[in-house]
């Protein structure tokens, strides 16, 4: 059995349509530590966070969280792990009906009694450590893209979770609001000892931050190493990966009949 | 030929199979979402919804309600003066609102403005992984987002319904009696002793709560379990119209027959 | 949106809705509710011809009930017209006798009731005796010609 990390897969196997997204695919998460997930797209790594966040549950194995079975914790335990974890998600989820402020107010409401004086201090704190505290009184709306997601990291991080799980955290951001990003998620890392998860295609971005890499591909785990380590790596997938070439291990072309049989000839 | 058959007699199984389960997972959602004991800050959301839902459909359905009732008012005179009886027209229009026009209209008025907005929120929420989130949060999005909604349709559309009979029947008073010149006391007089309380009020406003579940559990289903993209949610908002209409007119016939058949 | 604007819109709108069902009540129905407590009472008929259920049972022309069915009574193989009698209406003598009336010439189909003159009263399950059939205009029209030839 793995215990040797906070998040643990085992033969996991998962299908969507028929077809395999993962199959008797294993994996274990260090606790402290900058886990990246990496692999082209369309390899399921949502669905990987969707596995272990207990939103979607294995056709085949087990996740366990915290060293609990997934599968075998009822919705109350399962509320009480999710208080354990924060989320930030790939569009930042903020709720479009409330502030900034009152966002990042909300898990804080649900699940602490704080005065209003502690509330309002530690919400203020949160929105500080991503430099956003300017805009508490904006709606969703009126931010861009890359500050709606640090608004979301600060609400990730208000409850003091012992895991965050990122999704595509530097999809389809400017330069600076990903270096921004990147700064953020290892300062929260290395501030509150928590172990992240980084689920991303952006190779330099997560590379430069991580200390753990697991690169998928074919529902299972090509390689997995410190991220120095696979950059000099000789494995033809993981080069391709790494280097962006458009050809090679996963083919350029998407499996079909041969190109003679399917163009229609003069009849 | 015969494979023919076969493939449509098993697709017509498949969709049928397919519907039922769609049915039960509405059924599950909403058993799931009604079945939760209420915090004090659940008030202050029904509140919000009522707003939502209730409030801002009430300008359509003053509008709607004074013009049905006007052109009822105009047409019963016309009709009714041929015979030399234009007394009559207060208790056509009473009764005519009460028993069907009011629940019916303005459900389906509430369908198209209340019950698609609906549809779309959630459906953007979805989307925007706003309930994927609620869940992170360890709240139940069915108990935080879908029940408010449904009690505050509930409650909304048989008191729009009680003010669009209002509304209406003065709408006919309007023409009738201030344009046409029917004496006032025979239009009160003859619609007093034509409408009786319990079965054409209540039973209307029976109508009413009949379709206010139908279509906030038609909404809230068709936005939560839309594909969270843009046609998507687009084709859940049409979908919930369609539905609701159908469904509204539909239970309609099977009510009427139930409350006002009379001999079977 | 401002919370105090928000809560009372809401307000105003369910005091309005209330009212409005209170108006309809009062002013559209007049305060009628007919379904306050009754008891039943039959009554056999030579003819029932054209009255049905939801008929009017009325006593000098006030409505104080409703035929609830009509059938044919096996022992008599008479019309048995079981109706509902308001229950504020507690005085109706036993030897009542019950009509069947037209409103106008072609109208409905009624029940009259017309009281009596004994100090016991009608009660619930009783059966009035003394009853007149409906008029059938084509009997008349009938008797009318056999009438004419006789001259």
Known sequence: MHTDGIINLQNVSFYRGGRAIFEDLNCAIAAGKITAIMGPSGTGKTTLLRLISGQLQPH?????????????????????????????????????????????????????????????????????????????????????????RRVALARAVAMGPEVILYDEPFAGQDPIAMAVLQRLIKSLNDQ??????????????AFAIAD?????????????????????????????????????????????????????GPS | MLRFVVDCIANLGAVLLHKLVQMGQALLMLLQATTVQPKASSLTRLIQQLYVVGVQSLIIILVSALFIGMVLGLQ????????????????????TLVREL????????????????????????????????????????????????????????????AIFSLVGIYGGHLVAVEWLGVYS???????????????????????????????????????????????????????????????????????????????? | MNKRWLELSVGAMMVAGIAALVALALQVSGGSMRNVGHYPVSALFENAAGLGPKAKVTMAGVTIGEVVAVGIDPDTLMAEVRMQIYGQIN??????????????LLGEKYVGITAGAEDDLLGAGDVIEDTQSALILEELIGQFLINLGDK
């Open chain 2, 76 to 95: 019963g005179f016309t009709l009714l003066s041929a015979y030399g009886s234009e007394q009559a027209v207060g208790q056509m229009v009473a009764l």
């Open chain 3, 91 to 104: 005085y109706l003598s036993i030897d009542s006798s019950a009509s069947i009336l037209t409103a106008g």
């Open chain 1, 192 to 205: 509150l000892q928590l172990t992240s998860v980084l689920v991303s295609h952006d190779v330099a971005e």
């Open chain 2, 185 to 264: 006391g025979s239009y009160w007089g003859n619609m007093q002793q034509a409408v009786d309380f319990n079965e054409d009020v209540l039973n209307g406003m029976l109508k009413a709560l009949v379709f206010a579940f139908l279509i906030s559990w038609i909404a809230l289903y068709q936005g939560y379990s839309c594909l969270p993209t843009s046609q998507g949610i687009s084709a859940a908002t049409t979908r919930t119209v369609v539905y609701s209409s159908l469904a509204i007119l539909g239970f309609d016939f099977i009510l009427t027959a139930l409350m006002f058949g009379g001999a079977v």
């Open chain 1, 60 to 148: 085949k194995g087990q996740v366990f969280l915290f060293d609990q079975d997934m599968a075998k914790i009822k919705q109350k335990q399962l509320n009480q792990l999710r208080k354990r974890m924060g989320v930030l998600f790939q569009s930042g989820a903020l709720f479009t009906d409330l502030s900034v402020f009152e966002n990042v107010a909300f898990p804080l409401r649900e699940h602490m009694n704080l005065s209003a004086d502690d509330l309002y201090n530690r919400v203020l704190t949160q929105l500080e450590a991503v430099g956003l505290r300017g805009v508490k009184d904006f709606m969703p709306s009126q931010l861009s893209g890359g500050m709606a």
């Open chain 2, 102 to 161: 009011a629940p019916v209209v303005a459900a389906l008025l509430f369908a198209g403005r209340a019950g698609s907005a609906l549809t779309a929120e959630i459906g953007l929420m979805k989307a925007t992984e706003q309930l994927a989130s609620l869940e992170m949060f360890g709240i139940d999005p069915l108990h935080r987002i879908v029940a408010p909604r449904f009690w505050a349709g509930i409650i909304s559309l048989p008191l729009l319904v």
């Open chain 1, 212 to 264: 753990h890499v697991i690169l998928l591909g074919e529902g299972r785990v090509l390689a997995q190493d410190h991220p120095d380590a696979l950059k000099t790596s000789t494995d033809p997938a993981v080069k391709q990966f790494i280097h962006g070439e458009a050809d090679g291990v996963i083919p350029f072309h998407y499996p079909a009949p041969a190109l003679q049989d399917e163009l229609r």
